[in-house]
């Protein structure tokens, strides 16, 4: 399977280790153009050394601490067309097919509009909404929220947001494991509070 991450940020860097470490057969790419901030390693997956770095460049560095063999492609560009534009010169077909999981790990709602399609394309939207739930949704359910009011605390500055961050990394990984080992696509909002609202 080919798996294209989309955001390599607080969720994205995440669960893109995790993914490897379950799937390590799977082809990876890896989409953002940011480098890594030293105010990024309290909740991203890079470590200091790497500050500097682009991130799409630090999760092989990563990887390779627990896996000889890697399968992963980076692609350091900023996304400015449909995912579904931007992909075509690396799928092997011409659409999303049963091969393909592209999974949106953006922190904008202006990026993860780019990433909204037709309903039935293998696309899952994992983030946060402006009231500090967050989202596994895949594209039949999914609605792009707006962004959070910049008056007020970004969720990563909050106290828990690093416990919160790694639960809905995990949750994410078992609502994927769930579609690879049995074909179901269950969409869900889950907030700080660990509350869990099954959407489909």
């Known amino acids: 399977m080919r798996v294209y991450i989309f955001g390599l940020g607080a969720i994205g860097s995440n669960l893109t280790i995790q993914m490897m470490k379950q799937f390590p057969d799977f082809t990876y790419y890896g989409i953002d153009y940011d480098k890594i901030e030293e105010r990024n390693i309290r909740t991203q997956a890079y470590f200091l050394e790497q500050v500097g770095m682009p991130k799409v460049h630090a999760i ?4 390779c601490r627990f896996n000889r063999k890697i399968y992963y492609k980076p692609l350091n560009v900023k996304l400015e067309i449909s995912a579904a534009e931007f992909l075509q010169p690396y799928l092997e077909k ?51 929220p707006g962004d959070v009011d ?47 609202k099954r959407i489909s």
Request: glycine share 2%.
């Open 94 to 144: 011409p659409f999303i097919d049963k091969n393909t999981l592209v999974i949106d790990c953006f922190d904008n709602s202006a990026s993860r509009k780019l990433l909204c399609g037709a309903p039935d394309e293998n696309v899952l939207h994992i983030g946060f909404s402006p009231f500090y739930t967050a989202e596994i949704m895949w594209q039949k359910d999914y609605d792009v």
């Open 150 to 196: 910049p008056s007020h605390n970004d969720i990563c500055s909050m106290d828990a947001a690093v416990g919160f961050i790694h639960y809905i990394v995990n949750f994410s990984l078992l609502t994927i494991s769930d579609y690879i080992k049995n074909d179901k696509k269950n969409s869900y909002i889950i907030t700080n509070k660990t509350n869990i």
């Open 60 to 63: 092989p560095v990563l990887a």
